[in-house]
């Protein structure tokens, strides 16, 4: 069989274009052999040679055999789903097989780089001797099977390792994110994600799983990361398939990932989300590509007969990363409502928690027993009227009349078909007289424990609404500038809210707008142990739903419902529905683009149907429902938000 290199080599044009660097990634095994994996190193990064790239990738852990939990393995709360067993027997065996910066193994890597006149990045297991600095580490001991200190020698650091063609190690950067396995062995970084400037580029480097929440790599791109070279060591697809390709568009960077051989993919992704290089997990090779830091040009060299050229305008770094409607990314964030981000929310389910404890008081909270119990499910349903104006109002209350469904999520300003109507003052005060038209018509014909989320325009401001029996409960302000609405106040609070179903009470956030768009607005909201996300928008580009909803509800583990006025995006192609996935016979217009119910891969203890299937690949897989046509209903699961997976 041939390798994906040689396919790569034969079968794919080479084309050449000024200004653009070819970036090659490798996927290899290792073994207990220090000396052997070394040899391995030199075998990939002389094949990858072959193809002349400026940069190779190499994986996660390339100088021992160490691996995560057995394949699937996860964890509900604190129960362990499989058996787990720790590579190493204790931290000395760890420490021996550690590397030091000016051992024989990096500068044999060193040389290589000498030699083939390219950068390299390595990720390799360091020794860092601050012993003083030290907490005791305690483990067990798989011969022993007694817990025991065994903390004698110093810090041992996960580190991806960049050399320059001449041979200089120009930058490190420390794992961030350790599982609760590395954690017994290795100690994460606490700095700030740096990047580094090169004649190729600016570049930044992520290892294992860094990529699988947008922290680090927003840190990075901040820092004017234009290429993130990802090394990973992973069994699970979630990083290829979800989070690789998030990463790219919402930094708007092209994402490198080099991993093991394994259930994992290694691949590089454009900065719109598309795979241009991608090897099969099972073997051994190298897969590359042509790509232009200065533009999104990219020319794809994998391990199939094909090979694809796209050009586009766009520069490549977050700083110049533009939404359709103009409105400039770095211009969005709001850094001041981030800042509270780690701390504890406020116990008083009544306050707007985060970013300031002001008090938004439930009108309808009921005083029964069910008022702290998490509902296992909840009904919600998207209704998207075609209709505008009045009558887009009398279609509405007509199916809430005709349907029982728990909560009904509308797009944002859902009886408005052209919302650039909205930039005329005029206008709006039709709009806001539309809106207390809407808000007293639809409260007259909900049924108790029964809500309807939207946006509309009150007292000037553009604002999400939850509205029930009792009228408006809830309001969020916008929170993030977009430039289709320019003329609305800009909110500073975040509303969480307590919201009693007859079965339990669930708590939820809304974002209109742009501003489910932005992780870390979401991560606020997560942090304040919501269930359930209510998005009323307005969909400007595919990604939205086939990366960023996905993502957001994968790494903080919502419930997100999102409801879209349906556009059509030409020579766009929207998320494949999973054979795998509970919501699989939904059907899809292709180039269509809406909204989605996002639903939680579920603990099988809680309810005989969620007895896990065999392994598919994922371990924490969001279960999605497309948006299709008027009416989309499902039965979401607002428990599962409360069970949280140990990502690895």
Excluded at 83 to 90: G, K
Aim: with cysteine; net charge neutral; charged share 20%.
């Amino acid at each position: 069989m041939r390798s994906a290199l040689t396919l790569a080599i034969k079968n794919s044009p080479v084309i050449w274009k000024i200004y653009t660097m070819r970036v090659a990634v490798c996927q290899f095994a290792t073994t207990s052999n220090p000396q052997e994996n070394l040899a391995s190193c030199i075998r990939m990064i002389t094949k990858a040679a072959l193809c002349q790239p400026s940069l190779i990738v190499l994986p996660q852990y390339c100088n021992t055999h160490f691996a995560q939990s057995p394949l699937g393995h996860t964890f509900f709360g604190d129960e362990q789903t499989h058996s787990e067993q720790a590579y190493y027997v204790d931290h000395n065996q760890a420490w021996y097989d550690a590397l030091t910066l000016d051992g024989s193994f990096l500068k044999e890597v060193a040389e290589q780089a000498i030699k083939n006149r390219c950068y390299i990045v390595v990720n390799v297991t360091l020794r860092r001797d601050n012993v003083a600095d030290l907490v005791d580490i305690k483990v067990n001991s798989i011969e022993s099977k007694t817990t025991a200190s065994i903390k004698s020698q110093g810090d041992i650091s996960v580190t991806s390792c960049l050399f320059c063609p001449q041979g200089k190690l120009i930058h490190q950067a420390d794992k961030h994110c350790l599982s609760a396995q590395e954690k017994q062995f290795f100690t994460a970084t606490k700095n700030t994600a740096q990047v580094i400037t090169t004649p190729l580029g600016t570049l930044g480097l992520l290892s294992g799983s860094d990529s699988m929440n947008f922290l680090a790599p927003r840190a990075l791109a901040l820092s004017g990361a234009q290429l993130l070279c990802n090394s990973i060591n992973s069994d699970t697809l979630d990083q290829s398939n979800l989070h690789d390709p998030a990463r790219a568009v919402e930094n708007n960077v092209f994402v490198a990932t080099a991993n093991k051989i394994g259930s994992g993919q290694s691949q590089i992704v454009s900065n719109d989300g598309r795979v241009l290089a991608k090897l099969n997990s099972t073997e051994e090779g190298v897969a590359f590509t042509d790509i232009d830091l200065a533009s999104s040009c990219a020319t794809a060299k994998t391990d199939t007969k094909k090979s694809t050229e796209k050009s586009a305008d766009s520069n490549i770094g977050f700083n110049n990363k533009f939404r359709p409607d103009g409105t400039h990314i770095i211009k969005q964030r709001r850094p001041e409502l981030y800042l509270e981000a780690d701390s504890a929310p406020s116990p008083n389910i009544y306050q707007t928690l985060t970013i300031r404890h002001t008090e938004q008081v439930e009108a309808a909270q009921p005083r029964n027993s069910t008022v702290h119990k998490v509902p296992v499910t909840a009904n919600v349903a998207i209704f998207a009227t075609y209709k505008a104006n009045e009558h887009a109002i009398e279609d509405v209350c007509q199916y809430i009349e005709n349907n029982v469904t728990d909560i009904i999520q509308l797009p944002e300003l859902f009886f408005v078909a052209d919302k650039t109507v909205t930039n005329d003052e005029h206008q709006r005060e039709r709009i806001t007289a539309l809106s207390r038209q809407f808000i007293a018509q639809v409260s007259a014909v909900l049924r108790p424990f029964q809500y309807l989320c939207t946006s509309l325009i009150i007292d000037g401001k553009h604002q999400a609404v939850l509205i029930s029996k009792q009228g408006v409960v809830a309001t969020q302000q916008q929170l993030h500038f977009c430039q289709r609405y320019q003329w609305t106040d800009l909110g500073d609070k975040l509303a969480i809210i307590a919201l009693p179903l007859e079965q339990g009470t669930i708590r939820l956030a809304m974002l209109t707008a742009d501003d489910a768009n932005i992780a870390e607005i979401v991560n606020v909201a997560a942090l304040a142990t919501i269930q359930v996300l209510l998005v009323p928008f307005d969909i400007q580009e595919p990604s939205e739903v086939d990366y960023s909803l996905l993502t957001r509800a994968a790494e903080n583990r919502l419930c997100i419902v999102a409801a879209s006025r349906e556009k059509n995006f030409a020579n766009e192609v929207i998320t494949d529905i999973d054979s795998n996935n509970i919501y699989g016979k939904n059907k899809v217009k292709v180039q269509k683009s809406t909204g989605v119910i996002i639903n939680l891969t579920t603990d099988p203890s809680l309810l005989p149907q969620w007895r896990v299937p065999k392994f598919n690949g994922y371990i924490n897989q969001p279960l999605l429902k497309l948006q299709y046509g008027k009416i989309t209903k499902a039965v979401i699961h607002p428990i599962a938000a409360c069970t949280k997976y140990q990502l690895f």
